[in-house]
């Protein structure tokens, strides 16, 4: 659905993207991972058609970006980073003005006004004036302005950026409601935790560049490192002798009867050790691998040099 190949984009002296290339399949949730000036915003305003690139080629449901504007703004649906504010406006009036934008009037878009407000749970607010909304609403006002022309895919940049825990919860939920619906959403963010179960796919990008990218679970299991938690029956001295012998395996904590550790490579190399443990003599009673978070993975990616982080 989405194809980004080669990017380049220079503000001055700064090179914002260096050759990224990216691919979001039709349907997918696809978290777009950086750190702080890594490229997202400039990546998802290029693909919305709001930045010229320098170089290289993108293209959004079969439209390459530059060629098509208008049919490509009917396509994308673009939430920035930063709502604006705007006095004097009422929820309501606000998309109203936004589908008028579009073209839509009249009982239509009364009756797109309500049924967004509805999905943004934002129903009870419509004669609000919008700069009275906390944040959280904002960013949901946002994004129920970005659904106004029901495109097919969706570009958020950071939509739970500087929202409390609740509110960060309630925009997960919209973007399950969202993605049910057959919509492809980019997400980007820093924050990975928020993320993980919500992301089909996951790209990482660090100085303008992709250095990982594909479905969350590949991602997460593909890595070459595992944390292992091992817990046995009494002092686990003779495991933590074992495992300081061991080649690949970095100790990370020693309780009594439990050590936690990293060790290199897969199942083969995990079942491997704990064969040995047990020949050892070393009485086992848990031995399994720890569900690796996607801020794991990136941290081990950061370490590997894959990232900078
Ligand atoms: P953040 O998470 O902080 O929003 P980002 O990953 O979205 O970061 P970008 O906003 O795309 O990153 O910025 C990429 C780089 O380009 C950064 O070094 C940034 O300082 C620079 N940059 C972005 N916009 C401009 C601009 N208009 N003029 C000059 N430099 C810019």
């Not at 990017?7 to 978290?31: F, I, N, S």
């Not at 750190?35 to 709001?50: D, E, M, P």
């Not at 958020?156 to 939920?173: C, F, I, N, Q």
Request: aromatic share 6%; charged share 25%; net charge negative.
């Amino acid at each position: 659905m989405i194809k980004v190949r080669s990017l380049k984009k220079t503000y001055g002296r700064v090179q914002a993207l260096r050759g990224l290339d990216m691919e979001v399949p039709a349907g997918a949730v696809y978290g777009f991972i950086g750190q702080n000036g890594a490229g997202k915003t400039t990546t998802l305003r290029i693909l919305a058609g709001l930045l010229v690139p320098d170089g290289g080629t993108a293209e959004v449901a079969g439209l390459e970006i530059g060629s098509h504007p208008r049919a490509l703004r009917e396509v994308v649906g673009y939430m920035p980073d930063f709502f604006g504010v705007y006095d004097d406006l009422r929820v309501g009036e606000y998309l109203l003005f936004y589908a008028a934008a579009y073209g839509i009037r009249g009982p239509r878009a009364f009756k797109l006004r309500d049924d967004l407000l509805e999905l943004v749970e934002l129903g009870e607010k419509r004669e609000a004036f919008v700069d009275t909304l906390s944040r959280g609403m904002q960013q949901r006002l946002c994004l129920a302005r970005a659904l106004i022309h029901d495109p097919r895919v969706l570009l958020l940049d950071e939509p739970a950026s500087g929202l409390d825990p609740l509110a960060r919860v309630e925009m997960r939920e919209i973007l399950k409601e969202l993605s049910k619906l057959g919509k492809t959403i980019l997400i980007s963010s820093h924050i990975l935790s928020e993320l993980a179960d919500l992301c089909t796919h996951v790209g990482m990008i660090t100085e303008g560049r992709l250095v990982r990218q594909g479905p969350l679970a590949e991602l997460l299991n593909g890595t070459p490192v595992q944390t292992i938690i091992l817990r046995c029956h009494g002092p686990a001295e003779a495991a933590e002798k074992l495992l300081a012998g061991w080649p690949g395996v970095e100790v990370l904590r020693s309780l009594p009867g439990q050590v936690e550790f990293r060790l290199a490579g897969g199942a083969a190399q995990a079942a491997e050790l704990l064969k040995e443990l047990v020949l050892r003599g070393v009485p086992v009673t848990h031995f399994a691998q720890e569900d690796q978070s996607l801020e794991d993975t990136f941290v081990q990616l950061a370490r590997e040099g894959g990232l900078n982080g």
